[in-house]
């Protein structure tokens, strides 16, 4: 398994204004996955991030919106930018088994809880 | 298309008492399945996973889940529940050589003491 740590754990943020989430993992893993988790609702992939390439957005997702880095092989950030209280979410990532395999296994961080007002 | 379904949204049962939550998926391919635990203020927890072999899993906690594939079902069970079991399930399926997963939209189980 892999230890995922996230900053911040909860924000409250005004509208108009970006947030940086940060996630840390204990083990260097290639894949990294970013979530947003809407209140009441399930999890939806934003994008996955490689350490050294672009990250890919899903369907209904942009870099503009939320610009994602990968500067090494245990971290990542994710940024929401000029939110608004629709961004209000929790934002989870996530990393493949740093053991490695084909079983797509992930591992989950603990959450960052954003309410924007 | 492929989606997972989890009939149930709230589930309530006694301490003590047998659980099953339901998870039906529909994936044209070989499946990858997992269940995983949402505690109050938490993140997920990976209960289990099925990827090939003996259709019963054992996980963490005391769960098992079966594998039916002529049900497209992923069952979860325990035997007897306890109060700190209290949270939220998910079934997620694992699209094959993607990482990609495609979870359902989870199932709130509240235990009564």
């Known amino acids: 398994s892999a230890v995922i740590s996230q900053k911040p754990s909860r924000d409250i943020c005004q509208r108009g204004t970006s947030l940086t989430i940060q996630c840390q993992v204990d083990s260097q893993v290639t894949m990294m996955f970013w979530y947003r988790q809407q209140p009441g609702q399930s999890l939806t992939l934003i994008a996955t991030a490689n350490q050294g390439s672009e990250a890919t957005y899903e369907s209904g997702f942009v870099i503009d919106k939320f610009p994602i880095s990968r500067p090494n092989l245990t971290f990542s950030t994710l940024t929401v930018s000029n939110m608004s209280p629709e961004d209000s979410s929790i934002y989870l990532c996530?990393?493949?088994?740093?053991?490695?395999?084909?079983?797509?296994?992930?591992?989950f961080g603990p959450g960052t809880r954003l309410l924007v007002l | 298309a492929q989606s997972v379904t989890q009939p149930d949204i709230h589930i309530t049962v006694s301490e003590g008492a047998s659980l099953e939550l339901r998870c039906n998926y529909s994936?044209?391919?070989?499946?990858?399945l997992f269940w995983y635990v949402q505690s109050p203020g938490q993140g997920l927890q990976l209960l289990l996973k099925?990827?090939?072999?003996?259709?019963l899993v054992q996980g963490i906690k005391g769960f098992e889940a079966e594998f039916k594939r002529s049900q497209s079902s992923f069952n979860l069970r325990k035997p007897s529940v306890h109060w700190s079991d209290a949270a939220e399930y998910f079934c997620a399926v694992g699209l094959s050589g993607t990482y990609k997963y495609i979870f359902g939209t989870g199932t709130r189980l509240k235990v009564l003491a």
């Open positions: 996530s990393v493949e088994d740093p053991s490695g395999g084909p079983q797509e296994t992930q591992y």
């Open positions: 099925y990827f090939s072999g003996d259709t």
């Open positions: 994936y044209g391919a070989t499946p990858y």
